[in-house]
């Protein structure tokens, strides 16, 4: 192994997956065949494990030793239901408070985000299962550990849980610079969800058509958004300030 979280060779995977962790990445060789991939497909499809296909060369980057065509990664966290969590935290009697992550990359970034997050009592963080920043040891390092004490949820799709929340009577704000309304004209003492976008595109155009509210943090300067992390920050202590 390369490292601790990385399994590669088919049946490694294969028993990785039957003994129950969670593969937060996946690479398949494209044009893999044969028995043995056939099984490991059956998995995936039986555990809706998502996954890549991908050339060789991007496999034999990851490692040097025997893959077999199939390089995985295990997360070190294990992943919160979303219904679950969603109605744990209503019966607490908690005004629910909820992060949506949409397509975010940069692991420093998410780690940074992880850990403002828990600083401000955020109720459970959401992803994408594909396409966004892994939980690796980068991110565990930027999160200080935070990582392990607040829920993440991962689901197949951004808008099916946006649809959940809001039927859960949850207000779904983006944060984003086409919005009208500063983050400071938006009532945050209410049950809410804030949506952050990637680092390049920010939060989707088909996401942004779904949202209750958008939002804004104010801009003097002459460059013209913030740090994803740090606007993350700025929007959760305002949400902090007003439930005071």
């Given at each position: 192994?390369?490292?601790?979280?990385?399994?590669?060779?088919?049946?490694?995977?294969?028993?990785?997956?039957?003994?129950?962790?969670?593969?937060?990445?996946?690479?398949?060789?494209?044009?893999?065949?044969?028995?043995?991939?056939?099984?490991?497909?059956?998995?995936?499809?039986?555990?809706?494990?998502?996954?890549?296909?991908?050339?060789?060369?991007?496999?034999?980057?990851?490692?040097r030793k025997n893959h077999q065509g199939v390089v995985a990664y295990i997360s070190p966290?294990?992943?919160?239901?979303?219904?679950?969590?969603?109605?744990?935290?209503?019966?607490?009697g908690d005004v629910p408070l909820f992060l949506i992550l949409d397509q975010l990359s940069?692991?420093?970034?998410?780690?940074?985000?992880?850990?403002?997050?828990?600083?401000?009592?955020?109720?459970?963080?959401?992803?994408?299962?594909?396409?966004?920043?892994?939980?690796?040891?980068?991110?565990?390092?930027?999160?200080?550990?935070?990582?392990?004490?607040?829920?993440?949820?991962?689901?197949?799709?951004?808008?099916?849980?946006?649809?959940?929340?809001?039927?859960?009577?949850?207000?779904?704000?983006?944060?984003?610079?086409?919005?009208?309304?500063?983050?400071?004209?938006?009532?945050?003492?209410?049950?809410?969800?804030?949506?952050?976008?990637?680092?390049?595109?920010?939060?989707?155009?088909?996401?942004?058509?779904?949202?209750?509210?958008?939002?804004?943090?104010?801009?003097?300067?002459?460059?013209?958004?913030?740090?994803?992390?740090?606007?993350?920050?700025?929007?959760?202590?305002?949400?902090?300030r007003q439930r005071l």
């Amino acid at each position: 192994m390369k490292n601790e979280s990385q399994v590669f060779g088919i049946r490694a995977v294969i028993e990785a997956i039957n003994s129950g962790k969670t593969i937060d990445k996946l690479f398949i060789q494209k044009g893999l065949s044969g028995d043995l991939s056939k099984e490991l497909m059956g998995l995936l499809k039986k555990n809706s494990i998502p996954f890549s296909y991908v050339p060789i060369e991007k496999l034999n980057r990851l490692t040097r030793k025997n893959h077999q065509g199939v390089v995985a990664y295990i997360s070190p966290i294990e992943f919160h239901n979303l219904e679950d969590l969603v109605m744990q935290v209503i019966e607490s009697g908690d005004v629910p408070l909820f992060l949506i992550l949409d397509q975010l990359s940069d692991v420093r970034n998410f780690g940074a985000i992880i850990r403002t997050a828990e600083c401000t009592g955020v109720h459970g963080i959401i992803i994408q299962k594909k396409g966004g920043a892994p939980v690796n040891a980068d991110t565990i390092k930027t999160s200080a550990g935070a990582v392990f004490k607040i829920p993440i949820c991962k689901v197949d799709h951004i808008k099916d849980a946006m649809f959940y929340l809001q039927g859960s009577g949850m207000q779904v704000i983006a944060a984003t610079e086409k919005a009208s309304d500063t983050i400071y004209n938006i009532n945050l003492n209410t049950p809410s969800a804030i949506i952050m976008g990637s680092e390049g595109k920010g939060v989707s155009n088909s996401v942004l058509k779904l949202v209750d509210q958008k939002a804004k943090l104010p801009m003097y300067g002459e460059i013209g958004s913030l740090n994803v992390s740090v606007a993350c920050g700025a929007f959760l202590y305002e949400a902090i300030r007003q439930r005071l």
